[in-house]
């Protein structure tokens, strides 16, 4: 964990560094507005930390002031890097091609045209990633089994995840979706992890707004990692008065032949909590002859598990949430969002989730709700 941490802080430290960089070739700035600048820069790289510092220590307003600068800052400096590398890429091209036709060096662009050029682009970008963010679309899976008795009534499932429900982003995003759900009137509702993201007395409300949605099998939930990075207590808490029944390797029939397995995150390993993620133990404890859908906040499919269950719900990776960072995480996660087959039996679906970490802005992976509707295979 800590190495995480550490790679983290030493990556976005670098970003910062090449911003600092690029703005004082192209302006030259002055001492004053230099040191003004680098402090800022500074300050903005553990601006993370500062936050979470504040509101644990109850300063709710300080961090949302600080959030409000820090978390839309990620993004800045993220695409103006990913622009101004793409951009000196350019130059070097030009320069290395000037050596054979000396008329093309008239394309390489100066230090201050270029950051204008980056920046614009940058505010292209932020303006599309907050429209984006806003619009959540509603994703239909539909799944023919012929383990659902034949004439039985279609189930429907909404998946739900990665809400990150916080002091940052609650009420206006949770109204939009309770009026979605009301809309689509699912069966059963599920939440497939990182639905808390803040320390529950501070959104306890929002579980009350949340505990209005009402589906007539049941709302159930796991544990992502954002509920361990807070504290166990407060998610289970938030959970309980919220109506969601938290499955720790456990199942539950929600139909005759229908039954919801789950697990926790295995972030509450590395953060030294009570961590429920063996998911052999509810894998083995279902019917053989039910369809067993498995709750599972990280899109990892084990190959002792294929063939075990029918369909593994996941969320986690918002599709990268930024683009090109699709780029990056595909590494880690090869599923990042859609449906995969692993077998003739086992099917894995990955959520691009509804809400944000960090910059409350996606771009290149809209926020869905997933409605699967499982029905009897025809004929049958």
């Not at 970003?15 to 300050?43: D, E, S």
């Not at 109506?243 to 926790?264: C, M, N, S």
């Not at 969002?337 to 802005?361: A, E, Q």
Request: with cysteine.
């Amino acid at each position: 964990m800590l190495w995480v941490v550490a790679f983290f802080f030493f990556s976005y430290g670098m970003l910062h560094a090449y911003l600092f960089l690029k703005m004082q070739l192209a302006f030259r700035l002055p001492r004053p507005v230099l040191v003004a600048t680098a402090i800022f820069l500074m300050l903005m790289v553990f601006a993370i930390i500062l936050i979470r510092l504040l509101e644990r220590h109850d300063h709710v307003l300080g961090a949302r002031w600080l959030g409000m600068v820090a978390y839309p800052w990620i993004a800045v400096v993220f695409w103006f890097c990913v622009l101004g590398l793409a951009l000196d890429t350019w130059n070097l091209l030009i320069r290395i091609l000037g050596r054979l036709v000396p008329r093309a060096r008239g394309c390489v662009l100066a230090a201050r045209p270029a950051f204008y050029v980056v920046a614009a682009g940058v505010a292209i970008a932020v303006a599309a990633g907050v429209a984006e963010a806003n619009r959540i679309s509603v994703r239909e899976i539909s799944i023919q089994t012929p383990r659902l008795p034949a004439h039985t009534p279609p189930i429907r499932l909404a998946q739900i995840s990665d809400l990150h429900l916080s002091i940052h982003r609650g009420p206006r995003l949770l109204d939009r979706v309770i009026g979605m759900l009301n809309e689509i009137r699912p069966d059963v509702i599920v939440s497939t992890g990182d639905l808390v993201d803040s320390e529950f007395r501070h959104i306890a409300p929002l579980a009350d707004i949340l505990a209005e949605v009402r589906a007539p099998l049941g709302k159930y939930a796991v544990l992502g990692n954002h509920e361990h990075y807070w504290g166990e207590p407060g998610a289970l808490a938030f959970h309980q008065r919220a109506g969601f029944r938290l499955l720790r390797e456990q199942t539950v029939h929600i139909a005759p032949t229908v039954v919801l397995a789950g697990v926790d995150d295995r972030a509450g390993r590395y953060t030294h909590q009570n961590c429920f993620d063996d998911e052999s133990k509810p894998l083995d404890a279902a019917p053989r002859d039910a369809f067993l859908i498995l709750l599972k906040h990280q899109p990892l499919v084990r190959e002792a598990s294929i063939d075990r269950f029918d369909l593994q719900l996941s969320g986690h990776v918002h599709d990268g949430q930024l683009f090109p960072f699709q780029l990056v995480i595909r590494v880690l996660y090869p599923y990042l969002c859609g449906t995969y087959c692993f077998s003739p039996r086992s099917i894995l679906n990955v959520s691009r989730g509804i809400g944000t970490w960090g910059p409350p802005m996606r771009l290149g992976a809209r926020p869905e709700i997933c409605v699967i509707t499982l029905s009897p295979t025809a004929g049958r």
